[in-house]
């Protein structure tokens, strides 16, 4: 793999950024979902301690040339991490939990050490999916734009479009929408794009109904899109 950037000049510009940031350079704890390459580069500039919550390959974004060091560093982090040191603060700057028991695997593998599982739980519960007394279905369809990575969600958008009338809706998410906005539709048309889906947990939990694939459309989805842990492509994998 060659080198893609110049790891000092992205270094410079993160400096740059938390610099001209006055909340992120001022904020007391930073908590960071990843890549994990970022969040290591990320620790290089901020002052306030790490929550590095990973919910992503450990490698992904990584640079071949840095995968070493970066490695080296996540073994210490969570080989000498303590929450609390003998004077009642943490002994350590930053620490490292991921989302699933998936991910605290691969980061063994990786670098031989286990972390905490914490999954994750809504940040939106106190919201929730308002009640509504109208009887048509105004669904909203998530990330689409992911779809054209399998050939045949083509065929899937066009029996969305086929199935609406005067009394159901289907929107297809164009860009970033706030979970209020999310919440204000009947319902949510998710097709996860990768095994393990933070948007997933946050509906649920939020009571927001969802449309899924099944388990059997699943299976032939997700190798396919090769996108976030599942986008290692080995050179003999068949071609999706």
């Not at 979970?179 to 939990?205: C, G, K, Q, T």
Request: hydrophobic content about 45%; glycine content about 4%; aromatic content about 10%.
């Amino acid at each position: 793999t060659q080198k893609s950037f110049d790891q000092q000049v992205l270094t410079q510009e993160l400096q740059a950024i938390v610099s001209s940031d006055a909340f992120l350079s001022g904020a007391e704890l930073q908590i960071c979902t990843g890549p994990y390459y970022l969040c290591h580069m990320l620790q290089q500039v901020l002052d306030a301690p790490m929550l590095i919550y990973m919910g992503l390959t450990m490698t992904y974004m990584a640079p071949s040339y840095a995968v070493k060091e970066m490695l080296e560093s996540a073994r210490s982090i969570a080989s000498d991490f303590t929450w609390m040191g003998s004077q009642g603060v943490g002994s350590r700057r930053t620490a490292v939990v991921a989302t699933d028991l998936i991910r605290a695997a691969q980061f063994h593998h990786a670098v031989g050490v286990w972390i905490a599982a914490l999954p994750p739980l809504s940040l939106y519960q106190t919201e929730g999916l308002a009640s509504k007394t109208t009887r048509n279905l105004e669904a909203i369809a998530l990330r689409p734009e992911l779809w054209r990575r399998a050939a045949f969600f083509p065929a899937l958008r066009g029996l969305l479009r086929h199935f609406t009338d005067a009394k159901t809706k289907i929107a297809f998410q164009t860009h970033f929408l706030p979970m209020r906005s999310i919440l204000s539709y009947s319902a949510a048309i998710l097709v996860p794009w990768d095994n393990d889906v933070m948007s997933f947990y946050e509906l649920y939990h939020a009571a927001v109904p969802l449309l899924m694939p099944d388990e059997k459309l699943m299976t032939k989805w997700l190798p396919s899109v090769r996108w976030g842990s599942l986008e290692f492509e080995h050179p003999n994998d068949p071609k999706p």
